[in-house]
């Protein structure tokens, strides 16, 4: 897929202004996102004004993106976070480009899941903070809507088109998120009930969309034994061998972390080995030519191995006890009526 950046530059090329017209579109973007004063002030939102970029806004931002040697601007917001001056242009400019050039299917349903894990880690940061604007926690939360929406459509239309491989793999991704930011938030809440409303209402969303992916997976599952496809044995030996990269990598990487104490590694190795369990029960299956079932087994173990990872990224970013609190979470959980 084309990057974003390469995008900007092509038409930066291709665009020519006179500086004068670099100056005033610049005002205008530094109004919008810095809040610095232009000589012409643009129309307000009437959802939030720094945030939401509203028709000359956006015409603003893009001119400059093109025009102001900045196609760098695009890049650098990739990764920004909601405290960032550059979410604005993330969201709003980086995003629907990156939306408007997923052409494949596979790679659209990829796309959503990983705009919904990232909505979900962001709200977890501004729940978590005692400085996020309002505005802007209901921006996430509106959004985390549309992709978890948006991925869950995607995937079943894969299936619905015959890919069921691909539609099993990134629905076992959407899975492997939305359970692992349940714990995320449930405890984020925990720390900071002002935050338990927006909570709330994220975690109603994942719950529903959880209920359609479970649903997706049975109907994947069972075509898929009903008609072995013939390129699924060659899926399964990239599988076994993602699947025991990820095993090593996770592995390293607990090893390297120093932050953990020592019941937080147990935790973690007690994932670990079911992870390699499952790998185990599939190098099984395989072997026995069973691909389907090699391939749902490898497909789990990838599960627990994305989930583990993505708590250490949270535990590490919000500085929360993320791993030892999992041993309980899902008790908690199915006691309080926000899970």
């Given at each position: 897929m084309?990057?974003?950046?390469?995008?900007?530059?092509?038409?930066?090329?291709?665009?020519?202004?006179?500086?004068?017209?670099?100056?005033?579109?610049?005002?205008?973007?530094?109004?919008?996102?810095?809040?610095?004063?232009?000589?012409?002030?643009?129309?307000?939102?009437?959802?939030?004004?720094?945030?939401?970029?509203?028709?000359?806004r956006?015409?603003?931002?893009?001119?400059?993106?093109?025009?102001?040697?900045?196609?760098?601007?695009?890049?650098?917001?990739?990764?920004?976070?909601?405290?960032?001056p550059?979410?604005?242009?993330?969201?709003?400019?980086?995003?629907?480009?990156?939306?408007?050039?997923?052409?494949?299917?596979?790679?659209?349903?990829?796309?959503?899941?990983?705009?919904?894990?990232?909505?979900?880690?962001?709200?977890?940061?501004?729940?978590?903070?005692?400085?996020?604007d309002?505005?802007?926690?209901?921006?996430?939360?509106?959004?985390?809507?549309?992709?978890?929406?948006?991925?869950?459509?995607?995937?079943?239309?894969?299936?619905?088109?015959?890919?069921?491989t691909?539609?099993?793999?990134?629905?076992?991704?959407?899975?492997?998120?939305?359970?692992?930011?349940?714990?995320?938030?449930?405890?984020?809440?925990?720390?900071?009930?002002?935050?338990?409303?927006?909570?709330?209402?994220?975690?109603?969303?994942?719950?529903?969309?959880?209920?359609g992916?479970?649903?997706?997976?049975?109907?994947?599952?069972?075509?898929?034994?009903?008609?072995?496809?013939?390129?699924?044995?060659?899926?399964?030996?990239?599988?076994?061998?993602?699947?025991?990269?990820?095993?090593?990598d996770?592995?390293?990487?607990?090893?390297?972390?120093?932050?953990?104490?020592?019941?937080?590694?147990d935790?973690i190795?007690?994932?670990?080995?079911?992870?390699?369990?499952?790998?185990?029960?599939?190098?099984?299956?395989?072997?026995?030519?069973?691909?389907?079932?090699?391939?749902?087994?490898?497909?789990?173990?990838?599960?627990?191995?994305?989930?583990?990872?993505?708590?250490?990224?949270?535990?590490?970013?919000?500085?929360?006890?993320?791993?030892?609190?999992?041993?309980?979470?899902?008790?908690?959980?199915?006691?309080?009526?926000?899970l």
């Amino acid at each position: 897929m084309t990057h974003p950046e390469n995008t900007f530059e092509y038409a930066r090329k291709r665009v020519a202004l006179s500086a004068s017209e670099k100056a005033y579109h610049k005002s205008l973007i530094e109004q919008a996102v810095f809040g610095r004063s232009p000589s012409k002030l643009p129309i307000r939102s009437p959802f939030f004004s720094h945030f939401v970029f509203h028709g000359v806004r956006l015409a603003a931002v893009v001119v400059l993106i093109l025009s102001v040697g900045s196609a760098g601007i695009a890049f650098a917001a990739t990764d920004a976070g909601p405290m960032s001056p550059l979410y604005a242009i993330k969201v709003h400019v980086n995003e629907p480009v990156a939306e408007a050039l997923a052409f494949a299917p596979e790679k659209k349903a990829k796309l959503e899941v990983g705009l919904a894990n990232k909505r979900l880690a962001e709200l977890a940061e501004v729940s978590a903070s005692n400085e996020a604007d309002p505005n802007v926690t209901a921006f996430i939360s509106s959004s985390l809507s549309v992709h978890l929406d948006s991925a869950e459509n995607s995937i079943a239309s894969l299936h619905e088109d015959g890919a069921s491989t691909e539609a099993l793999q990134t629905n076992a991704d959407l899975q492997s998120v939305l359970e692992t930011h349940k714990i995320i938030l449930s405890r984020v809440a925990d720390e900071h009930p002002e935050a338990s409303l927006v909570i709330e209402k994220a975690v109603a969303d994942v719950n529903e969309t959880l209920a359609g992916a479970d649903t997706i997976e049975d109907a994947i599952a069972n075509s898929l034994a009903d008609s072995e496809d013939q390129n699924l044995a060659e899926t399964v030996d990239n599988q076994e061998d993602e699947t025991k990269q990820s095993l090593e990598d996770i592995k390293d990487r607990v090893s390297e972390t120093e932050s953990l104490d020592d019941n937080d590694v147990d935790l973690i190795q007690a994932k670990v080995d079911e992870a390699a369990r499952l790998t185990i029960e599939a190098d099984e299956k395989a072997a026995m030519g069973s691909s389907t079932d090699a391939f749902i087994l490898y497909n789990e173990a990838d599960k627990k191995l994305l989930e583990t990872n993505t708590l250490l990224d949270a535990s590490e970013d919000l500085h929360l006890d993320l791993i030892s609190s999992t041993s309980t979470a899902t008790s908690s959980a199915t006691s309080t009526s926000m899970l």
